[in-house]
């Protein structure tokens, strides 16, 4: 947590500070390299994957977060939030939401994701 700290710090003085467009988007590019993730997560028994991809927006640090079982569905859950702790779990919910939709959950399995 320290890391990433120092990193929002870094990069928050190379947003304010007046300097070359190319310095802003190298310190940005070691800020996504080390805020980006990727990783897998069980939903229903089916084996999903995640990704977490920070976005810089009007000069605030968002994290756009993309859920997806290939195994079981094409359908992806989506999110966007300024929380890189709740970005996943956000997606899985929307992942939720349209899976019901499209009638591939009950309501009740839906109902664990959605509270």
């Known amino acids: ?10 990069l928050s003085i ?16 070691k800020v996504k390299d080390t805020l980006l993730e990727d990783g897998t997560t069980e939903i229903l028994d089916h084996v ?14 968002y ?8 195994s079981w569905t094409v359908i992806k859950g989506e999110s966007l939030t300024r929380s890189r702790t709740r970005v996943v779990n956000r997606a899985i919910a929307d992942f ?13 399995d839906a109902r664990l994701f959605l509270e």
């Open 63 to 70: 994290f756009k977060g993309d859920v997806w079982c290939p």
């Open 14 to 29: 190379a947003l304010v500070t007046p300097s070359q467009g190319f310095v802003k988007e190298l310190l940005f590019r």
């Open 48 to 61: 999903c994957n995640y990704r977490v991809t920070p976005l810089l927006q009007n000069s605030e640090l």
């Open 96 to 108: 939720a939401r349209k899976a019901l939709a499209e009638g591939l959950v009950t309501q009740e």
């Open 1 to 10: 947590m320290a890391r990433v700290s120092l990193l929002l710090i870094v």
